[in-house]
């Protein structure tokens, strides 16, 4: 029977390089799960701050007297609704009498920069079973995601 010299050391080593791979390939595994939960955590944020925004739009009294005024460009209303580290920021304005346009604009901040998501409807007063006059969103189109650059 021959010897071989240094076979258990070669055998080590590969088993040690073997074990690595499999930790580092487990590493890699782990941070594309962490970063993919940082992505759905911000669409879900997004998400609610946009809901959020739309809800406060759908809210706001439509005042009989500026809507039989609305001028193409008027600011009309706005606010800020948030959503854990999303932000949304809404705009009334006006556009063909009796109508209005709504722009909700929304950003949260990421591991390597910020997700935005930009939602636009044309919406219009109905009065409601109280006599209140509030926004509705018109037509079949509903909300509308824009692309953003």
Same mark, same amino acid.
Request: net charge positive; hydrophobic share 60%.
């Given at each position: 029977? #021959? %010897?071989?010299? =240094?076979?258990? @050391? /070669?055998?080590?080593?590969? *088993?040690?390089?073997?074990? $690595?791979?499999?930790? !580092? &390939?487990?590493?890699?595994?782990?941070?594309?799960? #962490? %970063?993919?939960? =940082?992505?759905? @955590? /911000?669409?879900?944020?997004? *998400?609610?701050?946009?809901? $959020?925004?739309?809800? !406060? &739009?759908?809210?706001?009294?439509?005042?009989?007297?500026?809507?039989?005024?609305?001028?193409?460009?008027?600011?009309?209303?706005?606010?800020?609704?948030?959503?854990?580290?999303?932000? !949304?920021?809404?705009?009334?304005?006006?556009?063909?009498?009796?109508?209005?346009?709504?722009?909700?604009?929304?950003?949260?901040?990421?591991?390597?920069?910020?997700?935005?998501?930009?939602?636009?409807?044309?919406?219009?007063?109905?009065?409601?079973?109280?006599?209140?006059?509030?926004?509705?969103?018109?037509?079949?189109?509903?909300?509308?995601?824009?692309?953003?650059?």
């Amino acid at each position: 029977m #021959t %010897r071989r010299p =240094a076979f258990a @050391l /070669a055998a080590v080593l590969g *088993a040690l390089v073997i074990m $690595s791979m499999v930790v !580092a &390939v487990g590493a890699q595994r782990a941070l594309l799960a #962490t %970063r993919q939960a =940082a992505l759905e @955590l /911000a669409r879900a944020d997004l *998400a609610v701050s946009v809901a $959020s925004a739309q809800a !406060a &739009v759908l809210d706001e009294p439509a005042d009989s007297t500026r809507v039989a005024g609305i001028r193409v460009g008027v600011f009309m209303a706005g606010g800020v609704t948030a959503a854990g580290t999303a932000r !949304a920021a809404w705009r009334l304005m006006g556009a063909v009498s009796p109508y209005a346009t709504v722009e909700i604009e929304a950003q949260a901040p990421m591991h390597a920069g910020v997700a935005r998501a930009l939602h636009r409807a044309l919406v219009t007063p109905h009065v409601d079973s109280l006599g209140v006059a509030r926004w509705m969103v018109a037509g079949g189109a509903g909300w509308v995601r824009v692309p953003l650059p």
